[in-house]
């Protein structure tokens, strides 16, 4: 069982790398780009978790070590294939 | 002679870098502005430390794509001698100029401290003021500095005798708690297989002037110094000019 | 529309509100409310300190700036100054610890560079629950991270501070972080919009919705908004400060600009006011100008939001071509979006309505002030009779307790994440008692130091406050600098409790009588009420950042032991004093006691001794005493020697021996020199009216402390060294 | 056009990020968790690009600038909804 979840600062909040990155592709000439939001992906590997204690225990870890509430969001997912 | 250093959005390190160049070595240094294609016909180029565009994205990532670094490179290419510090240096990563990459320090801290290390190859014109295995005690800070290469890279290395400078501890043996980032085969500083350019994370300008608590740095300086004496300028002169400001 | 809960989500009260109404002239529409409400709260406007704050000494002969600016300003000649200045992050850095320190330090240094000074150092003084618990771990590492990730890439070295430990700030860590910057004299720049028809322009980042007071604002006009989850910790981003910040420099070195004010704590709200109002001038504003981050954004979020790495500036109309040149070559925007008028009105549109209309007098000077209700601080739990407190069969052990109690131990792994070389002027490095840095192109150098000890302001807030100032001074002058000036963070609980205004009044009492004494002004601080979490008060927690200044740095003094054979001498008297003492906590466990007592004119004499003693050269070394006493400080010099070289020190007196080694007696320094010159010495400190003795000898591989020729404890260097260099990394260690 | 790139270590890379986050999560008692691997996302606005403009900019983007190809390898896809 492997579990893909990605961290991000909410909308609200500022993205300071984000908007660095969208700078340096304009920079570049990347005009197409009109927006940028950077944020962190971990895959975890729950090897012999079954599918109910995933969808206990992956919110739990995410909302208590991963991310930040107050100023940060999280989705996640299963990996495909597996 | 005379000396170039680059100054990027969020360079720190630059002010520093011309204090010891033009206040402590007394040679003719001037700044260089990432958005100019104009190289005032320095003989050598200094990439300094700091957070260049923050370091956000990765270290160097954004500012190697500089208007300035697309004639650092040409400058290079022609033989220029270039010397990246920390900063400087991943940019030179990350440009391809030196082989290799960084990654985050092992314990995953920035570090801030004097480290010790070992002239590995006293033959290049960075280290001919030095002796072959003599020890250096600098200042390090960074976040990135734990070099990696694959491992063929790391041979060829190895052979060209392309490692300038190895984290040692102070009697100058290679060991694990010595190699303070975590750097592949301790790996302080590496040379391009040309040997004109250098890249090192440990910071000399720090390390110049004895009131800081160190002069080792300043042999590094002394080194180029003399080899600019000697040698003269690179190959073809850094003096092409175009519009300044253009992005 | 403006009824009780409108004003109780503002803090405002029924009282504050009439008084608004008859200073204003009208009944005022939210968002006119909302600008009050911010520039009349505690921390904007000091409702409850300012009374007090009254005593503080603020005027010497240095000073360009005392309070009232961004930053305080002092003259240290040759047509220089600096500029310096501490503030308090606390609430945002238990939020989110990571970024409410980064932004702690960032709006800091802010202070400094609007006043056209680059800052040249950061300290911080930190305050966490123990170590051994992991929330209170994870709460520090992310604060130190967060300055380290603010400091470092904005290239600002930080170079030194303090880290104590209590439980009384495991729900209410502390965040005190300090800035010094330095200027030329005439390039002083004041927070002043003159000048009726110059220009208002904005620079920096785009304004969101973060920090919004009174975010949760019920009335219909932000009811369609209540979905918008609204942070209150914003997220730092030091990349653009730097650019701002060099930006800032070069407008204000080229002399582009009137006035420039940074936006902090009340954003755009206290930027424009307060600059009209210091003008005696009055502002328009055009809110759809101001460069927002967000769609949607109502003039009261537009207004009241904290989003960081802002500053406000005025120019002239001729110069807003090139001051706009500048920030382009930094790849920033600076807008045009109002104009200084005559008449003392801030008038705001929005979508071409005026949606502000109020005198700024009003708003900046003429929030009301508060006696509030004082009751006599807590008592101290009271100490046991020494009677019945055990002498600890080995005070070598008790000794290396000490040492590895985290508030002691070595703090490198705090310091070593702070870039604290950056810039080439960090001569002492963090570890001496007092960061010393050089002036480059002249011999001259500053020294600061942050220093409070809350557990003596907890037991007594008034001598503890008062120590807390002489230590700072102390701390400063075993270095040899002379203390120029003081700031300070006032750190306390909630000032409705009238035993928590009587800390506050006796430690500002304290801290005033000291500065007098010492001759030396308070040229600004800060204050910071409401520090208690489920009903857990903090200790009182004044917090002093004092500088001071060197006219050579060649004779500076560092606190390691030099070279075997020189003599030690300690200086002051040592009394049976365990009260509140870092001993009575980590071997006996209390906190107890009355702290040790401090007389303010031996403490000067003994400062002016070592000023002296210094200048003249006579002193190897020198390190004051503070917690761990005796024992502690001498182990300390052994570990800061190069060679970690011991010592041998025979006492006498009748004191209980732990007392005598662990006491935490006043205005005591252990100082070495030459054999040849220690006679000199003590000569001329009876001569000065200072208590010194010679005490024992440089040398050997041991501290070793005994009375009348027989040990009390032995330890090997290397042994204690290790316990004390190892204790708090230990804690952050993660099993592999 | 909205897109999301992941950029992770190559698996001979080690990532001490994951490591660390990995012992974290065994200290605070998750046993499930069997490995870590921690990454960067980037969500890029392409607003007003075409499909094929996207296929063409985003693998470049990804290599010249998002990743470092000596130790990073990326993925991308577009996102869902749009
Ligand atoms: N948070 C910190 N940041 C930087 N340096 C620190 C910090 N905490 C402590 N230090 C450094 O560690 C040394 C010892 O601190 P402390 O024990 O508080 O000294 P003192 O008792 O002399 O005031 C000082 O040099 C101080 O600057
Ligand atoms: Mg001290």
């Known amino acids: ?82 | 002679m005379k000396f170039g250093v680059v100054r990027f959005p969020g360079s720190n390190c630059d002010f520093d870098t011309v204090h010891a160049l033009r206040d402590v070595l007394k040679r003719k240094t001037v700044i260089l502005w990432h958005k100019d294609h104009d190289l005032q016909g320095v003989d050598c180029v200094v990439l300094p430390g700091g957070f260049a565009y923050g370091d956000y994205l990765r270290a160097g990532a954004i500012a190697r794509f500089s208007p300035l670094m697309q004639e650092v490179q040409a400058f290079a290419r022609d033989g220029g001698r270039v010397l990246g510090i920390c900063n400087g240096f991943q940019i030179l990563l990350e440009l391809g100029l030196l082989p290799g990459a960084m990654l985050r320090n092992k314990d995953l801290k920035f570090l801030c401290q004097h480290v010790h290390i070992r002239v590995e190859n006293e033959r290049t014109d960075f280290t001919r003021a030095l002796r072959k295995g003599q020890v250096l005690r600098i200042p390090i800070a960074h976040f990135d500095g734990n070099y990696y290469a694959p491992p063929r890279v790391l041979r060829e290395l190895e052979r060209n005798r392309q490692v300038v400078f190895r984290y040692c501890d102070a009697e100058g043996r290679l060991t694990e708690a010595a190699n303070v980032n975590g750097s592949m085969a301790n790996i302080a500083g590496i040379r391009n297989k040309d040997g004109n350019v250098v890249g090192l994370m440990p910071h000399p300008e720090r390390a110049s002037e004895r009131i800081l608590g160190s002069v080792d740095g300043r042999a590094i300086f002394e080194s180029l110094i003399l080899s600019l004496e000697r040698s003269g300028p690179a190959r073809r002169p850094a003096a092409r000019t175009r519009a300044r400001h253009d992005r | 529309m403006i009824d009780k809960s409108v004003l109780d989500q503002h803090n405002l009260t029924e009282d504050e509100y009439r008084l608004i109404v008859e200073l204003i002239g009208k009944e005022p529409n939210l968002t006119e409310l909302g600008i009050f409400s911010v520039m009349w709260s505690e921390h904007c406007g000091y409702k409850s300190s300012r009374v007090h704050l009254k005593k503080l000494p603020t005027e010497g002969p240095r000073v360009v700036q005392g309070p009232g600016e961004n930053a305080g300003v002092l003259d240290i000649g040759d047509g220089q100054v600096v500029v310096f200045k501490i503030e308090s992050h606390n609430h945002p850095s238990f939020i989110e610890p990571y970024q409410g320190a980064a932004t702690g330090v960032g709006g800091i240094l802010r202070d400094i560079f609007t006043m056209g000074a680059r800052p040249i150092a950061v300290l911080d003084s930190l305050r966490f629950g123990p170590p051994d618990d992991p929330k209170n771990r994870s709460i520090m590492e992310g604060v130190v991270s967060g300055i380290a990730g603010y400091g470092n890439s904005i290239g600002v070295p930080t170079v030194g501070g303090e880290v104590y430990f209590d439980p009384c700030y495991e729900l209410n860590p502390l965040v005190n972080v300090f800035c010094l910057g330095l200027a030329d004299r005439d390039k002083i720049f004041l927070a002043k919009a003159e000048g009726a028809g110059n220009k208002v322009l904005y620079v920096g980042a785009k304004t969101g919705r973060d920090g919004i007071h009174g975010a949760t604002m019920a009335s219909a006009e932000f009811g369609k908004e209540t979905e918008h989850k609204r942070p209150n910790v914003q997220v730092g981003d030091p990349f653009k400060e730097k650019l701002l910040l060099e930006a800032c420099l070069e407008v204000m070195d080229r002399s582009l600009i009137v006035g420039i004010q940074d936006m902090g704590a009340a954003g755009l709200t206290c930027s424009t006011t307060e600059m009209a109002a210091k003008g005696g001038m009055g502002i328009d504003v055009d809110l759809d100008k101001v460069p927002q981050r967000e769609a949607g954004m109502t003039p009261y979020e537009i207004l009241l939001s904290e989003s960081q790495e802002r500053m406000l500036m005025v120019a002239t109309p001729e110069n807003v071509p090139a001051v706009q040149e500048v920030f382009a070559k930094w790849d920033l925007d600076a807008p045009v979006i109002g104009e200084v008028v005559a008449g003392g009105r801030a008038r705001m549109t929005f979508r071409g309505e005026v949606v502000v209309d109020i005198p700024v007098d009003a708003v900046v000077n003429l929030c009301p002030a508060y006696d509030r209700p004082i009751a006599p601080p807590p008592p101290p739990p009271p100490a046991p009779a020494l009677a019945d407190l055990p002498l600890p069969d080995d005070l070598g052990e008790a000794l290396l307790k000490v040492l590895g109690s985290p508030t002691i131990a070595d703090k490198q792994w705090v310091f070593r994440q702070y870039d604290h070389m950056v810039q080439v002027n960090t001569v002492f490095l963090p570890g001496a008692d007092a960061a010393l840095l050089r002036i480059k192109g002249s011999k001259k150098a500053l020294a600061v130091t942050l220093d409070g000890n809350s557990l003596y302001t907890r037991l007594d807030p008034r001598t503890g406050a008062r120590i807390a100032a002489a230590e700072a001074c102390r701390n400063l002058a075993v270095v040899g600098a002379r203390p120029i000036g003081v700031t300070n963070c006032l750190n306390f609980g909630n000032p409705e409790k009238p035993e928590v205004m009587g800390q506050f009044e006796q430690a500002v009492t304290g801290m005033a009588e000291a500065c007098r004494t010492f001759g030396i002004p308070v040229t600004g601080g800060n204050v910071s009420f409401y520090n208690d979490t489920e009903g857990l008060s903090i200790h009182p927690t004044p917090v002093l950042g004092v500088v001071g200044l060197l006219d050579d740095i060649g004779k500076a003094v560092s606190p390691g032991f030099k070279a075997a054979g020189d003599d030690v001498i300690l200086i002051g008297e040592s009394f049976e004093e365990l009260g509140g003492t870092e001993y009575l906590k980590t071997v006996h466990g209390l906190e107890a006691g009355a702290p040790p007592a401090i007389d303010l004119e031996l403490e000067k004499r003994t400062q002016e001794y070592l000023l002296e003693t210094i200048d003249t050269g006579l002193l190897r070394s020198a390190h004051d005493l503070s917690e761990g006493g005796l024992a502690v400080a001498l182990a300390e010099s052994a570990f800061h020697s190069d060679r970690k070289l011991g010592c041998e020190v025979d006492l006498d007196g009748e004191l209980r021996a732990d007392a005598l080694l662990f006491g935490e007696s006043q205005s005591r320094v252990v100082v070495t020199c030459r054999k040849a010159d220690a006679a000199g010495l003590l000569r001329l400190a009876s001569r000065r009216g200072v208590p010194a003795k010679l005490i024992g000898r440089v040398g050997g591989r041991d501290i070793a402390l005994g009375r009348g020729g027989r040990d009390l404890l032995r330890v090997p260097v290397e042994r204690a060294f290790r316990v004390w260099k190892d204790s708090l990394p230990a804690f952050f260690k993660v099993p592999a």
């Open chain 1, 1 to 82: 069982m492997r579990v893909r979840i990605l961290v991000s600062f909410k909308d609200s909040v500022l993205d300071p790398q984000g908007q660095t990155v969208k700078n340096a592709l304009h920079t570049m000439g990347y005009d197409a780009v009109k927006d940028v939001r950077q944020g962190k992906v971990f895959e975890i590997d729950l090897a012999g978790a079954t599918k109910k204690e995933a969808e206990r225990l992956v919110p739990e870890i995410a909302r208590r070590v991963l991310a930040n509430p107050i100023i940060e969001k999280f989705e996640w997912d299963f990996l495909k294939g597996e």
